[in-house]
């Protein structure tokens, strides 16, 4: 595998990791058969994809020799990260709706003193 990596796919897992930047070293299972299961993944384990041909890696299932992602012709590596952005999304969107200050007579905080407190609800999410 690429050392070097930004995103990490395990096909078999449906599971997509960012490795750098902003949330670096999550991962997120991708529930959506119709997308892992197009013809183009069928004899892909897994692919590491750096920021330059030289720092991809798809890995195949069988005993193909390990290609460079542009090579495998698997398409834009934005369809797994933007399917890692929405589900970042929704992470941090359940974040901010769990976190909830009480006063000490239990009352809890109104909308706009907890947006003063931790901002705006986030409504977008782009790596």
């Given at each position: 595998?690429?050392?070097?990596?930004?995103?990490?796919?395990?096909?078999?897992?449906k599971l997509v990791i960012k490795q750098t930047g902003d949330a670096a070293g999550n991962g997120y299972v991708i529930?959506?058969?119709?997308?892992?299961?197009?013809?183009?993944?069928?004899?892909?384990?897994?692919?590491?994809?750096?920021?330059?041909?030289?720092?991809?890696?798809?890995?195949?299932?069988?005993?193909?020799?390990?290609?460079?992602?542009?090579?495998?012709?698997?398409?834009?590596?934005?369809?797994?990260?933007?399917?890692?952005?929405?589900?970042?999304?929704?992470?941090?969107?359940?974040?901010?709706?769990?976190?909830?200050?009480?006063?000490?007579?239990?009352?809890?905080?109104?909308?706009?003193?907890?947006?003063?407190?931790i901002g705006a609800r986030p409504t977008s999410y782009t790596s």
């Amino acid at each position: 595998m690429a050392t070097s990596a930004n995103w990490t796919v395990v096909m078999d897992d449906k599971l997509v990791i960012k490795q750098t930047g902003d949330a670096a070293g999550n991962g997120y299972v991708i529930d959506d058969d119709a997308f892992w299961s197009q013809s183009k993944f069928s004899n892909i384990w897994a692919i590491q994809h750096g920021t330059t041909p030289n720092t991809d890696e798809v890995e195949y299932r069988d005993d193909t020799p390990h290609s460079q992602y542009d090579e495998a012709t698997l398409g834009s590596i934005q369809e797994f990260t933007n399917r890692w952005d929405a589900a970042h999304l929704v992470r941090l969107q359940s974040d901010w709706d769990m976190d909830n200050y009480f006063d000490e007579t239990g009352t809890q905080e109104t909308a706009d003193a907890k947006v003063a407190r931790i901002g705006a609800r986030p409504t977008s999410y782009t790596s």
